[in-house]
């Protein structure tokens, strides 16, 4: 063996030494990650007994037994939401899928938290689960938590999705009679000025939409477009949703309009706040789209003035508005509606980001109290935190410039305050 060869050798052991010890290392991360996920599933699961145990204690007897649990089971979701800083939402989904995981799939729960199987696994077994008839429940879990243990999550995916079709007693007719319910529509920002637009709806819908959206996008690349394949299909879906223009239309006229172009048909009426340097092209500060927020001022500018449905706000130091009108109405005039709704942007509750136009403008000291109506003791709150802010235990503090000072039922403190303009 030549001094070359034994080098190499050499090299090639301490590799496969050093590779070990990360991959082990790594392996037991991740089984110190699964049982902390089993931590979380049994808390979560014992924090919604809970609010469902004290849901008549807690909640006003007014209310039917249902609502009663849900407002204390999201009350329960809120202090837990607060704590960590993690969307209510989040919090609200994750306790679902641990009461399914602690209550309906105990030896995938014990899976998880011998590390043999990870979250995500986890995950799609109850969401498959769900929909499984109790008669069938124990023979899907079964065999699914066999292909989980030695598989990866998109292989599990697959593999269970066939083995509940194959253990369903129920036709596919039936499900997706009953799936097709669902069917939505969500808007989720991103950064940059641009945002993701996200449809639920049938396969064959979807796949009808998809095919449209390719042969649009195939016309205009012969047509010699030389936007990317991915950019074409993204402003043939614009197109076709807000100019009608389809594959059949652009037989006479092949290029897919530009997105600058589709932006001159949009209709709704949102709010665009611009700064009026902005407006008047002598700043290059950022403009905010309402329920987004920052975009560039050639687009706001351009909006605004090819969308006239577009409410446009001049952002200038002194507006005019009415600020308050003291004891003398409990109703909130349209301007003071507009300065509150205008300062708050969302629902002042913490990690809530619904748009403040959505929401109710509370007293945050009650008008049967002695509270005043004006801008320091309105604030945004949607109907959910509203109704919340009154239960046991939730207290709020208005204090000067629009902070929120909120105490949960467990004692903690969470402040929010005004986002400040940006610009």
């Not at 008549?56 to 209310?63: F, N, P, R």
């Not at 986890?122 to 689960?129: E, K, N, R």
């Not at 006239?308 to 003291?326: K, Y």
């Not at 000291?365 to 003791?377: I, L, P, R, S």
Request: net charge negative; aromatic share 4%.
């Amino acid at each position: 063996m030549t001094e070359t060869t034994l080098t190499a050798t050499r090299v090639g052991d301490e590799y496969a030494a050093q590779l070990a010890e990360f991959s082990d290392e790594w392996a037991e991360i991740h089984r110190q990650q699964a049982v902390l996920d089993a931590r979380k599933a049994h808390l979560l699961a014992r924090s919604a007994a809970y609010a469902d145990e004290f849901a008549d204690v807690m909640v006003s007897a007014i209310l039917p037994p249902a609502e009663r649990q849900a407002l204390s089971r999201r009350s329960t979701c809120a202090a837990l939401a607060m704590a960590t800083r993690t969307p209510e939402r989040t919090i609200q989904r994750a306790t679902n899928d641990a009461e399914r995981l602690v209550n309906d799939a105990p030896a995938v729960l014990a899976s998880l938290e011998a590390g043999r199987i990870s979250a995500r696994h986890a995950q799609v077994i109850t969401d498959q689960l769900c929909d499984v008839p109790t008669a069938g429940r124990a023979v899907f879990l079964e065999q699914v938590l066999v292909v989980a243990e030695r598989t990866t999550v998109a292989g599990l995916r697959t593999s269970a999705r066939v083995l509940r079709e194959r253990l369903h007693p129920e036709s596919i007719t039936a499900r997706a009679t009953r799936s097709e319910a669902d069917r939505r529509a969500e808007f989720e920002p991103a950064a940059d000025g641009m945002a993701w637009v996200h449809l639920f709806t049938t396969a064959p819908i979807a796949q009808g939409i998809i095919e449209r959206v390719e042969a649009a996008a195939a016309e205009s690349r012969k047509a010699g477009d030389t936007r990317t394949c991915a950019q074409l299909q993204a402003d043939a879906l614009a197109a076709l949703a807000l100019t009608g223009v389809t594959p059949e239309d652009v037989m006479s006229s092949p290029v897919l309009p530009h997105p600058i172009e589709v932006q001159e048909h949009i209709k709704p009426t949102v709010q665009i706040t611009v700064p009026a340097l902005s407006m008047a092209g002598v700043s290059d500060a950022s403009a905010v789209l309402d329920g987004y927020g920052a975009i560039d001022p050639e687009t706001a500018a351009r909006i605004a003035v090819n969308a006239p449905t577009f409410t446009r706000i001049l952002v200038q130091p002194e507006s005019g508005a009415v600020l308050s009108v003291g004891r003398n109405q409990y109703r909130v005039p349209a301007d003071l509606q507009r300065a509150v709704r205008l300062r708050d942007g969302t629902c002042r509750a913490p990690g809530c980001g619904r748009r403040a136009r959505a929401c109710d403008l509370d007293h945050s000291v009650a008008w049967e109290d002695g509270g005043t109506t004006d801008v320091g003791n309105l604030a945004c709150l949607c109907r959910h935190h509203h109704r919340m802010k009154h239960l046991p235990g939730w207290n709020l503090d208005h204090g000067p410039g629009g902070v929120l000072d909120w105490t949960t039922p467990d004692g903690k403190r969470h402040r929010t305050e005004p986002d400040p303009a940006p610009f």
